[in-house]
């Protein structure tokens, strides 16, 4: 596939791949072009706490595309920090750019809902109207279903109490166009001493998110859009998050979360709960 030759980091022909291991930058395609102007506006728009450049911290935690034989210490951490921050890419063109070898980007966290929006824009550009096209759990949606003409209903998976063992479908939403993203640190992570450690990273601390958040279900016009916010907001935390979600027309979101005795609640934002059938 043309996406993956170009932003897989686990394909070691890519071009995200080949930027890695540059010195300097490579000349990117269209594909990565458009990713990386997408990840460096919602940089900027959570004040970084989206961010590409994770890469070294992602590798270092065991979550990279090679198997690590322990976990970094606080020096190393630091050691990394040094090299996590989109100020250390520039995009001239087609050509991204680097001012530090040491520089490795990692878009996992978007790139899988940008060839969503793809193949929902080439199916509209034929004539397709009325469709769902999901990639990887990720979906955008069109139109109604046919023949009987009803609108499109998405199930949220929701997280049990048994450990997360099983996941039953707690909401079900009624949309006729737009994107759902969600994004969770309750499967893809290791334990250390009792403790999990997800793979979604804190660029701010070089460690894994260790918050109230269990998940977070972004609906937006694009999927690009929804998922490169989704990992975002639970980095900011429930309090935070509902403040960033209910400022913005673009979105609206739904929280699975711990409360402090343990157990789980959700909530979601005021324009999702109109997504949400009654």
């Known amino acids: 596939m043309v996406i993956d030759s170009s932003l897989s980091i686990y394909k070691p022909y890519s071009r ?17 072009r458009k990713v990386v102007e997408k990840s460096l506006d919602t940089y900027l728009q959570t004040n970084g706490l989206f961010d590409i450049t994770v890469l070294p911290l992602v590798e270092a935690w065991g979550f990279g595309a090679k198997p690590i034989k322990s976990f970094p210490d606080s020096a190393t951490i630091r050691s990394l920090l040094t090299c996590v921050g989109p100020k250390y890419l520039q995009l ?103 403790k999990k450690i997800s793979h979604l990273m804190d660029p701010r601390t070089g460690y894994s998110i260790q918050n109230e958040m269990i998940s977070v279900t972004v609906y937006a016009k694009d999927a690009i859009t929804a998922d490169a916010y989704d990992n ?24 699975i979360y711990h409360l402090s005795n343990g157990s789980i609640a959700d909530t979601a934002s005021s324009r999702f709960y109109k997504l949400i059938q009654q």
């Open 232 to 255: 975002a907001l639970i980095t900011m935390g429930l309090k935070g998050a509902m403040k960033f979600v209910e400022k913005r027309k673009d979105m609206a979101t739904y929280f």
């Open 16 to 32: 995200i791949v080949a930027f890695n291991y540059s010195k300097t930058g490579i000349t990117i395609d269209e594909h990565f």
């Open 92 to 194: 001239k063109g087609n050509f991204l750019c680097k001012s530090k070898p040491s520089v490795k980007i990692d878009v996992n966290g978007i790139a899988q809902d940008y060839s969503v929006d793809v193949i929902a824009d080439f199916l509209e550009k034929n004539g397709i109207k009325n469709y769902i096209v999901e990639v990887g759990g990720e979906l955008r949606v069109h139109g109604r279903k046919k023949p009987g003409n009803e609108l499109f209903k998405v199930g949220i998976e929701t997280p049990s109490d048994n450990d997360f063992g099983a996941h039953p479908m707690e909401k079900i939403l009624v949309v006729d166009s737009g994107a759902i993203t969600t994004s969770g640190n309750y499967r893809k992570y290791h334990e250390s001493k009792g």
